[in-house]
Nanobody
Framework: VQLVESGGGLVQPGGSLRLSCLAS????????MMWYRQAPGKEREWVAT????????AYEDSVKGRFTISRDNHLNTGYLAMNSLKPEDTAVYFC?????WGQGTQVTVSS
């Protein structure tokens, strides 16, 4: 299992980013996918989940209405679209599938 996140960066408050998680080494369409984040000095926390078909999603309360998790099973890629970003969204974002983690991508929200 290999997961590679990308799409992070520096953005101003209120801005948007779309993170990607490219998966390889297993049958991507067979598994749910989760996004987590870890802010400096804090524990890693769950952000969102999408089922294997994409039919069902779930979100942590603080990101509901601002973040959208999605996936393209043909491209073996999952996404996290983040809008109306806040400074408190600053963290390293990780995808998780089958208990495996990618290396993470840094998201910094600052003016």
């Amino acid at each position: 299992v290999q997961l590679v996140e990308s799409g992070g960066g520096l953005v101003q408050p209120g801005g948007s980013l779309r993170l990607s998680c490219l998966a390889s080494g297993f049958t991507f369409r067979g598994y749910a996918m989760m996004w987590y984040r870890q802010a400096p000095g804090k524990e890693r926390e769950w952000v969102a989940t999408i089922t294997s078909t994409g039919a069902t999603t779930a979100y942590e309360d603080s990101v509901k209405g601002r973040f959208t998790i999605s996936r393209d099973n043909h491209l073996n890629t999952g996404y996290l679209a983040m809008n109306s970003l806040k400074p408190e969204d600053t963290a390293v974002y990780f995808c998780n599938i089958k208990g495996s983690w990618g290396q993470g991508t840094q998201v910094t929200v600052s003016s």
